[in-house]
């Protein structure tokens, strides 16, 4: 296991740490402390190992490369990072967010952002594998919360996160339970997407051709774990959105995945499909099992009167929806106090989220922050779906399930978004593996082609087959 690596699929733990030790002024050296690992490699795999080792010089080469072919979607990128940015600074000025907080989410971000592209972006001898290290990640996350909820820790952001309610599935299944709040969680539902997140990859990584036994029955093992949770935070959307993603994109032969490059045109739409698809099911009477209320499903659990509300501001035009109301941006638009009360009077405003990425993001980034977003995620999709070069498809056809669930799991919640770190976390690793696997499709491309006035012109083949990576 390379260094990398390992900051890869135990990062995510390690920046949750702060939610469970010390104090609140403690909580901020630990967080800026977990930053360490990340920058360790940055500075190995950019400025330690280039300076030592021709090899690695040369890596460094191509990775510029890769940027300067790629380099409309890099600058999106960037653009979408600096709006992320942007909004956080504009918080702090508008005294709605305070300094050291903010100052520990801008590093926290751009340093995971960073950390991506020099992982995924420079070409190594052991090339990180993105899905089986999000799946680890993933894994790693929910096995230590579950340790210890089991232990007894509640952890010192539970009454931040606190959402009183009945655990409707695990009630279906004849166990009477609250929903369970996960101390290293920065959310009840965010924890329960994060488990979708890892039941996908465990699905796709179970029934992985000529995976090792080793493979599947560390795929099984997280996608019990993942499941355990799910029925614990009561999250419903991310056990089906999972299911269906992972059993699609399974069987799908890799010709249909080219369908998931329209994806980000539809997800503005998709609120009001979720909309008439619970008013139909809520006339289901099997579906009292899994119901929290009789206007549960016919208002999306409230869902409906939230994204009401966001869209109500949005229909009266304004100046300062272009680029959005910054961070926290459905407290500083107001449209939380529409909402609010289905949350109960003792829960904190600023917690709460528009329960849609697209909404949130537009509140936060304004309409060029969203359409940044659609673009970006559009972009790589696209270029996902148009690997040609078979080795290279079933890594593809793992990052595209990873982004589909984001996207979807987005309709119902601020999934991928900074209110959710765990699925944030994915979400900007996948960005970088997304650009680096489309630039390795470019040089494969490249490479096969025969070569012109004796010149070889491929890049160094660094990388290794994926049949010797781990996982």
Same mark, same amino acid.
């Given at each position: 296991?390379?260094?990398?690596?390992?900051?890869?699929?135990?990062?995510?733990?390690?920046? !949750?740490?702060?939610?469970?030790?010390?104090s609140?002024?403690?909580?901020?050296?630990?967080?800026?402390?977990?930053?360490?690992?990340?920058?360790?490699?940055?500075?190995?795999?950019?400025?330690?190992?280039?300076?030592?080792?021709?090899?690695?010089?040369?890596?460094?080469?191509?990775?510029?490369?890769?940027?300067?072919?790629?380099?409309?979607?890099?600058?999106?990128?960037?653009?979408?990072?600096?709006l992320?940015?942007?909004?956080?600074?504009?918080?702090?000025?508008?005294?709605?967010?305070?300094?050291?907080?903010?100052?520990?989410?801008?590093?926290t971000?751009?340093?995971?952002?960073?950390?991506?592209?020099?992982?995924?972006?420079?070409?190594?001898?052991?090339?990180?594998?993105?899905?089986?290290?999000?799946?680890?990640?993933?894994?790693?996350?929910?096995?230590?919360?579950?340790l210890?909820?089991?232990?007894?820790?509640?952890?010192?952001?539970?009454?931040? !996160?606190?959402?009183?309610?009945?655990?409707?599935?695990?009630?279906?299944?004849?166990?009477?339970?609250?929903?369970?709040?996960?101390?290293?969680?920065?959310?009840?539902?965010?924890?329960?997407?994060?488990?979708?997140?890892?039941?996908?990859?465990?699905?796709?990584?179970?029934?992985?051709?000529?995976?090792?036994?080793?493979?599947?029955?560390?795929?099984?093992?997280?996608?019990?774990?993942?499941?355990?949770?799910?029925?614990?935070?009561?999250?419903?959307?991310?056990?089906?959105?999972?299911?269906?993603?992972?059993?699609?994109?399974?069987?799908?032969?890799?010709?249909?995945?080219?369908?998931?490059?329209?994806?980000?045109?539809?997800?503005?739409?998709?609120?009001?499909?979720?909309?008439?698809?619970?008013?139909w099911?809520?006339?289901?009477?099997?579906?009292?099992?899994?119901?929290?209320?009789?206007?549960?499903?016919?208002?999306?659990?409230?869902?409906?009167?939230?994204?009401?509300?966001?869209?109500?501001?949005?229909?009266?035009?304004?100046?300062?929806?272009?680029?959005?109301?910054?961070y926290?941006?459905?407290?500083?638009?107001?449209?939380?106090?529409?909402?609010?009360?289905?949350?109960?009077?003792?829960?904190?405003?600023?917690?709460?989220?528009?329960?849609?990425?697209?909404?949130?993001y537009?509140?936060?980034?304004?309409?060029?922050?969203?359409?940044?977003?659609?673009?970006?995620?559009?972009?790589?999709?696209?270029?996902l779906?148009?690997?040609?070069?078979?080795?290279?498809?079933?890594?593809?056809?793992?990052?595209?399930?990873?982004?589909?669930?984001?996207?979807i799991?987005?309709?119902?919640?601020?999934?991928?978004?900074?209110?959710?770190?765990?699925?944030?976390?994915?979400?900007l690793?996948?960005?970088?593996?997304?650009?680096?696997?489309?630039?390795?499709?470019?040089?494969?491309?490249?490479?096969?082609?025969?070569?012109?006035?004796?010149?070889?012109?491929?890049?160094?083949?660094?990388?290794?087959?994926?049949?010797?990576?781990?996982?």
């Amino acid at each position: 296991m390379t260094f990398e690596f390992a900051v890869t699929i135990f990062g995510l733990t390690i920046l !949750q740490l702060p939610l469970v030790l010390g104090s609140e002024s403690g909580r901020i050296l630990i967080s800026m402390a977990a930053l360490i690992p990340f920058w360790l490699v940055i500075a190995q795999k950019v400025v330690i190992a280039p300076a030592i080792s021709r090899r690695s010089k040369t890596a460094v080469v191509i990775a510029a490369q890769r940027v300067r072919r790629q380099w409309p979607l890099i600058l999106i990128i960037a653009a979408f990072a600096i709006l992320i940015s942007v909004a956080i600074v504009r918080a702090l000025f508008a005294e709605r967010i305070e300094f050291r907080p903010a100052v520990v989410d801008l590093a926290t971000w751009n340093t995971v952002m960073l950390f991506g592209a020099v992982v995924f972006l420079i070409p190594s001898r052991r090339p990180v594998p993105f899905v089986p290290a999000i799946a680890l990640s993933l894994g790693i996350f929910l096995i230590v919360n579950v340790l210890l909820v089991v232990a007894g820790y509640t952890g010192v952001a539970s009454d931040a !996160q606190q959402l009183i309610g009945r655990a409707e599935m695990l009630a279906g299944l004849g166990i009477d339970s609250e929903r369970i709040v996960f101390p290293m969680a920065s959310g009840i539902n965010a924890i329960g997407l994060a488990a979708g997140a890892c039941l996908v990859c465990s699905m796709l990584l179970a029934t992985r051709p000529n995976a090792r036994a080793a493979t599947r029955s560390l795929a099984f093992l997280f996608a019990a774990v993942s499941i355990g949770v799910i029925l614990g935070s009561d999250t419903r959307s991310a056990f089906v959105f999972a299911l269906v993603i992972g059993g699609t994109m399974a069987a799908a032969p890799f010709r249909w995945l080219a369908v998931a490059r329209w994806l980000p045109v539809t997800l503005p739409l998709l609120p009001f499909v979720v909309i008439g698809v619970g008013l139909w099911l809520s006339h289901a009477d099997v579906l009292f099992l899994i119901s929290r209320g009789s206007q549960d499903f016919a208002t999306a659990n409230g869902r409906a009167v939230i994204w009401g509300s966001v869209l109500g501001e949005l229909s009266h035009f304004s100046t300062v929806h272009i680029f959005g109301f910054g961070y926290l941006g459905a407290t500083a638009s107001g449209v939380v106090h529409h909402f609010s009360y289905l949350f109960g009077k003792s829960y904190d405003e600023n917690a709460l989220t528009a329960h849609n990425t697209v909404l949130q993001y537009t509140l936060d980034i304004g309409y060029i922050g969203a359409l940044l977003f659609l673009v970006m995620c559009g972009a790589i999709l696209s270029g996902l779906a148009r690997v040609s070069v078979p080795a290279l498809q079933l890594r593809a056809r793992l990052q595209i399930a990873v982004l589909l669930f984001l996207l979807i799991a987005g309709t119902t919640e601020a999934c991928a978004t900074i209110y959710e770190p765990e699925t944030f976390y994915v979400l900007l690793l996948a960005l970088a593996a997304g650009v680096g696997l489309i630039c390795e499709q470019r040089e494969a491309l490249t490479a096969s082609r025969p070569r012109e006035s004796g010149m070889d012109s491929r890049p160094v083949a660094l990388s290794v087959p994926a049949h010797v990576a781990p996982f």
